[in-house]
T-cell receptor
């Protein structure tokens, strides 16, 4: 069962930053925060992960609060192709069992 | 580089019929996973292979589901006989021998409809 909490849906405007929240109320000290997304009719796609520090890659930025109880995935300039279900997952490094919850359905509107 | 390839993309069968799904992982990826995704939910792991060995099949309903990965490359997931509740998307994923196992590469899935 998923241990994270996400809003069921959110809209954002094309070209604007999309900030996706996630609550990690039961995260343990050695669990990482992972984000995946699933575009309609496709399989999930890895986006980014982090432990304590903020992370950035070519797809997104990840902000993790100091107490690690919440994180925010930032899509800096959302496009229509970013419309997808976004999942945040707490997981030990090298634990292969990805526990996807219901995720957040993000709709980017023109 | 080709991604994870699954076939067929869609399958419609009547209940009690058998069905099989095929997966070819990314070249060089020794770990292969099968997931099931019910409508409106996230994927759930069914089985994990390390090369040709099924190292975790604890979530696979063994009365009707079976899987094989004979040469440690492509894999087949079978259901016999199918039930109405088996309607779902069946996803295959793979991961390389190095790097975290949390990073998995998924195929597009096979959507099964059991009538």
């Amino acid at each position: 069962d998923a241990k994270t909490t996400q809003p069921p849906s959110m809209d954002c405007a094309e070209g604007r930053a999309a900030n996706l929240p996630c609550n990690h109320s039961t995260i343990s000290g050695n669990e990482y925060v992972y984000w995946y997304r699933q575009i309609h009719s496709q399989g999930p796609q890895y986006i980014i992960h982090g432990l304590k520090n903020n992370e950035t890659n070519e797809m997104a930025s990840l902000i993790i609060t100091e107490d690690r109880k919440s994180s925010t995935l930032i899509l800096p300039h959302a496009t229509l192709r970013d419309t997808a279900v976004y999942y945040c997952i707490d997981i030990l490094i090298n634990d292969y069992k990805l526990s996807f919850g219901a995720g957040t359905t993000v709709t980017v509107r023109a | 580089e080709a991604g994870v390839v699954q076939s067929p993309r869609y399958k419609i069968i009547e209940k009690k019929q058998p069905v099989a799904f095929w997966c070819n992982p990314i070249s060089g990826h020794n770990t292969l996973y099968w997931y099931r995704q019910n409508l409106g939910q996230g994927p759930e792991l069914l089985i994990r292979y390390e090369n040709e060995e099924a190292v975790d099949d604890s979530q696979l309903p063994k009365d009707r589901f079976s899987a094989e990965r004979l040469k440690g490359v492509d894999s087949t997931l079978k259901i016999q006989p199918a039930e109405l509740g088996d309607s779902a998307v069946y996803l295959c994923a793979s991961s390389p021998p190095t790097g975290p196992k949390n990073i998995q590469y998924f195929g597009a899935g096979t959507r099964l409809s059991v009538l």
